[in-house]
């Protein structure tokens, strides 16, 4: 059973100033968000507020949106990710810190493996993505995209 608490307005800011800072973008939408003892961010619908979270045994509980990162930093689900872009294109706004996949990165990033890439010498969070659909957030350091993708959704047959 996890135990969540709801995220008040100070540390909602400190979330968006975040994505605003890494990607360039938020979106205004009014959820909830959540967080369980291992700093993992799930949002729902606002009127969960109306619940008393105590009295209740919760398995699942939301979109995984998310985790907050020690160093400041907020590392996207893969569900998030897609949200957020799902939102800036509705709003035909520019995301940064992105980076289009080809066909063979596609195939070694679902296989676990790092991705050797050029893109710049800071350290930062990046959205993948493959012919115009989201895969998912990553860490850029070093010259390589850190592979966070859960096993589960690894495989060997993925185009």
Known sequence: MQILSILN????????????QQFGFF????????????????????????LELNNLIIDKTGLYFGEIMKNGEFRLSKEGAQLLVHKAQELK???????????NQVKEY????????????????VLLFYEKNVLGCARYKEGKILNF???????????
């Open 93 to 103: 706004e520019k995301l940064h810190n992105t980076i289009e996949l080809n066909q």
């Open 27 to 50: 979106f205004k939408d009014d959820y909830a968000y959540l967080k369980n003892d291992k700093y993992r961010v799930f949002i729902i619908n606002k009127d969960i507020s109306q």
């Open 110 to 125: 679902f296989q676990g493996f790092d991705l050797p890439y050029n893109f710049g010498a800071e350290n930062k969070q």
């Open 149 to 159: 993708l859960p096993k589960i959704h690894r495989g060997e047959v993925i185009i």
């Open 9 to 20: 307005t100070r540390d909602i800011k400190k979330i968006r100033e975040a994505l605003i």
